[in-house]
């Protein structure tokens, strides 16, 4: 019997150590460039920082592996993940559609949503759209082109907050939740009610889904919820007490990266652990969360309000005049509140041969008051985002045996 045993054992304490994340790499990195990251190497704590970065390597036979390194890295360690938790939506709402097998319901079906609960809004147009209508595929170019608060709402409806967190445990994110709307104050009773929804072709009805209810809360074991010494109320009035962000949505460095993972290379994954998408469904994401914002007709943006890096905190730091690396595509969903700016990103660049994810959060609140709109965005974050990015590029230029 110990004979089985043993070698077993070994096996898996191979497997374990073959798994385990290097710590050393990206802090090596960072070190290299004292003039880009001292600031935040010296207080990485106090700027919260957690970064995951992820080689992507094909064998001969051309099959995919990982390789990650990480720094600071604590998945219980909560800091806000802001519109990060929208790539979530995007996936869930178009699985829904698939799931639901409703004859002539479509991502590009009419949604037609009504209200049925204390503070719910209807939306029965879109302008920005073409034919004038909302629809869950416009909806979500607008959270990838530009991050837009009311189209993830409206799949929030959509997909039902229960159905939501049902599928982040559902694929294994273990340390996250999304609770609520985004931008309107949403929480507590409000955030559990979800609208009446209808879908349309023309003017044929396909799909009414009734209002919803969730009565459950989603706990998790996080620490480091409650920050600062005040914050601004939702009456404007600044409050001496630390801020409490316990109750917040939640969603860890590495959950997000996970699913960025899953949704760029499905065929890394079994095919019962992918998600429910359809080949143009795949394509509908790559395609908005890699194109800029001044590249889309509709929605239309104006470039002095949404310039061409606007999204891509990674790289280019957010920056209006940066030169765009015509060889870089960039896939990904950034979020930026409370003094965090995080970004969840897969870099592609064929003519170098190089691909890999990179995901972090750095923050910055020096007067430790939340909710004033008085953040060091840029000073600190997205220098440091601008520099993280184009550090682990370079460092992926001279990378050897991708293959």
């Not at 998945?75 to 097998?101: C, G, M, Q, W």
């Not at 409650?226 to 001496?240: P, Q």
């Not at 060091?376 to 990015?389: I, N, Q, R, S, W």
């Given at each position: 019997?110990?004979?089985?045993?043993?070698?077993?054992?070994?096996?898996?304490?191979?497997?374990?150590?073959?798994?385990?994340?290097?710590?050393?790499?990206?802090?090596?990195?960072?070190?290299?460039?004292?003039?880009?990251?001292?600031?935040?190497?010296?207080?990485?704590?106090?700027?919260?920082?957690?970064?995951?970065?992820?080689?992507?390597?094909?064998?001969?036979?051309?099959?995919?592996?990982?390789?990650?390194?990480?720094?600071?890295?604590?998945?219980?360690?909560?800091?806000?993940?802001?519109?990060?938790?929208?790539?979530?939506?995007?996936?869930?709402?178009?699985?829904?559609?698939?799931?639901?097998?409703?004859?002539?319901?479509?991502?590009?079906?009419?949604?037609?949503?009504?209200?049925?609960?204390?503070?719910?809004?209807?939306?029965?147009?879109?302008?920005?759209?073409?034919?004038?209508?909302?629809?869950?595929?416009?909806?979500?170019?607008?959270?990838?082109?530009?991050?837009?608060?009311?189209?993830?709402?409206?799949?929030?409806?959509?997909?039902?907050?229960?159905?939501?967190?049902?599928?982040?445990?559902?694929?294994?994110?273990?340390?996250?939740?999304?609770?609520?709307?985004?931008?309107?104050?949403?929480?507590?009773?409000?955030?559990?009610?979800?609208?009446?929804?209808?879908?349309?072709?023309?003017?044929?009805?396909?799909?009414t889904q009734s209002a919803q209810y969730d009565?459950?809360?989603?706990?998790?074991?996080?620490?480091?919820?409650?920050?600062?010494?005040?914050?601004?109320?939702?009456?404007?009035?600044?409050?001496?007490?630390?801020?409490?962000?316990?109750?917040?949505?939640?969603?860890?460095?590495?959950?997000?990266?996970a699913l960025m993972k899953k949704l760029i290379?499905?065929?890394?994954?079994?095919?019962?652990?992918?998600?429910?998408?359809?080949?143009?469904?795949?394509?509908?994401?790559?395609?908005?969360?890699?194109?800029?914002?001044?590249?889309?007709?509709?929605?239309?943006?104006?470039?002095?309000?949404?310039?061409?890096?606007?999204?891509?905190?990674?790289?280019?730091?957010?920056?209006?005049?940066?030169?765009?690396?015509?060889?870089?595509?960039?896939?990904?969903?950034?979020?930026?509140?409370?003094?965090?700016?995080?970004?969840?990103?897969?870099?592609?660049?064929?003519?170098?041969?190089?691909?890999?994810?990179?995901?972090?959060?750095?923050?910055?609140?020096?007067?430790?008051?939340?909710?004033?709109?008085?953040?060091?965005?840029?000073?600190?974050?997205?220098?440091?985002?601008?520099?993280?990015?184009?550090?682990?590029?370079?460092?992926?230029?001279?990378?050897?045996?991708?293959?």
């Open positions: 019997m110990n004979r089985i045993i043993l070698p077993l054992l070994l096996l898996i304490s191979f497997h374990t150590m073959a798994q385990k994340t290097d710590t050393l790499l990206i802090e090596k990195l960072m070190r290299q460039n004292p003039e880009r990251f001292s600031g935040v190497l010296n207080h990485p704590q106090k700027n919260q920082v957690q970064v995951l970065y992820t080689q992507v390597n094909h064998n001969a036979a051309n099959k995919i592996s990982f390789k990650s390194f990480s720094y600071n890295l604590n998945d219980h360690r909560y800091f806000y993940p802001a519109s990060t938790v929208k790539l979530a939506a995007v996936i869930f709402a178009l699985e829904k559609i698939n799931e639901l097998k409703i004859k002539g319901l479509t991502a590009q079906s009419s949604m037609i949503t009504d209200s049925a609960w204390a503070g719910q809004t209807k939306v029965t147009t879109d302008k920005t759209a073409k034919n004038g209508l909302p629809s869950v595929e416009h909806y979500i170019k607008k959270i990838l082109l530009t991050s837009d608060n009311d189209a993830f709402n409206r799949l929030f409806e959509f997909i039902g907050r229960a159905e939501i967190n049902s599928k982040l445990q559902k694929y294994g994110y273990q340390t996250s939740r999304i609770l609520n709307r985004l931008a309107i104050g949403d929480a507590g009773e409000s955030a559990k009610h979800t609208n009446p929804i209808k879908f349309y072709n023309g003017k044929e009805l396909v799909y009565p459950k809360e989603y706990p998790l074991t996080l620490t480091h919820t409650v920050m600062g010494i005040g914050y601004i109320d939702s009456a404007e009035k600044l409050v001496n007490k630390p801020f409490n962000l316990a109750n917040k949505n939640a969603f860890s460095i590495s959950d997000q990266q290379h499905p065929e890394a994954f079994p095919a019962s652990k992918r998600f429910n998408l359809r080949p143009a469904d795949y394509q509908l994401i790559y395609t908005y969360m890699s194109k800029l914002p001044t590249e889309s007709d509709y929605p239309a943006y104006d470039p002095t309000e949404f310039w061409p890096t606007y999204a891509k905190m990674l790289y280019y730091g957010r920056e209006k005049n940066a030169v765009i690396n015509p060889d870089l595509k960039i896939f990904n969903k950034y979020g930026d509140s409370y003094g965090f700016i995080i970004d969840n990103a897969y870099f592609k660049d064929d003519k170098n041969n190089i691909e890999f994810f990179l995901t972090a959060v750095v923050q910055s609140n020096e007067d430790g008051i939340y909710n004033d709109g008085k953040y060091e965005y840029d000073t600190v974050c997205f220098p440091f985002m601008k520099a993280l990015g184009q550090t682990i590029y370079s460092y992926e230029l001279e990378r050897k045996n991708k293959k």
